[in-house]
T-cell receptor, first 112, second 108 residues
Framework: KAGVTQTPRYLIKTRGQQVTLSCSPI?????VSWYQQTPGQGLQFLFEYFSETQRNKGNFPGRFSGRQFSNSRSEMNVSTLELGDSALYLC???????????FGPGTRLTVL | QKEVEQDPGPLSVPEGAIVSLNCTYS??????FMWYRQYSRKGPELLMY????GNKEDGRFTAQVDKSSKYISLFIRDSQPSDSATYLC????????FGKGTTLSVSS
């Protein structure tokens, strides 16, 4: 069974640009959650999507947004990038939005 | 106070040692507890998943939850160099809440 896949794996952007990251969940999983991981703050929850609806949102500014498609694939977008947005962005999927979440390898975003 | 606190380490042990990793949490309503293992440049991998208090064993790994003291532990027996990774504890509120992770190094 294929795991969670994320593209791209690495990304370099400059301040002010925007970026879109993609996540394909495990087949049959309908919930996708996004997390930001930094050395200083650790893993922090961004948002969760279930059946194309945002079900839960963390404490991040509106520059961070996401969506989910009918095939459960999800994208997250960060607009007007700041240096502090440099991080590993992780996507996790679960069957019904439960506690057993399975993570992808992440997208390493560097903002210059 | 952070909802989940975890000593970042680093923790260095020789091969074969018993390793104890610990976290504390603040909200007594939390019921589900998880341990993830994260290798360098990889995503976290779910290692153990427990509900409420008690112990759960899986091979060399034992997860323990003490709800009375809001303390969760992961024990690794007969540690191996391949266990060298960052270990993250997590609990579930409206979303997963993670500790910052403990970096473990097992030397051969």
């Amino acid at each position: 069974k294929a795991g969670v896949t994320q593209t791209p794996r690495y990304l370099i952007k400059t301040r002010g640009q925007q970026v879109t990251l993609s996540c394909s969940p495990i087949s049959g999983h309908r919930s996708v959650s996004w997390y930001q991981q930094t050395p200083g703050q650790g893993l922090q929850f961004l948002f969760e999507y279930f059946s194309e609806t945002q079900r839960n949102k963390g404490n991040f500014p509106g520059r961070f947004s996401g969506r989910q498609f009918s095939n459960s694939r999800s994208e997250m977008n960060v607009s007007t990038l700041e240096l502090g947005d440099s991080a590993l962005y992780l996507c996790a999927s679960s069957k019904g939005g439960g506690n057993e979440q399975f993570f992808g390898p992440g997208t390493r975003l560097t903002v210059l | 106070q952070k909802e989940v606190e975890q000593d970042p380490g680093p923790l260095s042990v020789p091969e074969g040692a018993i390793v104890s990793l610990n976290c504390t949490y603040s909200n007594s309503a939390f019921q589900y507890f998880m341990w993830y293992r994260q290798y360098s440049r990889k995503g976290p991998e779910l290692l153990m998943y427990t509900y409420s208090s008690g112990n759960k064993e899986d091979g060399r790994f034992t997860a323990q939850v003490d709800k009375s003291s809001k303390y969760i532990s992961l024990f690794i027996r007969d540690s191996q160099p391949s266990d060298s990774a960052t270990y993250l504890c997590a609990t579930s509120g409206t979303a997963l809440i993670f500790g910052k992770g403990t970096t473990l190094s097992v030397s051969s």
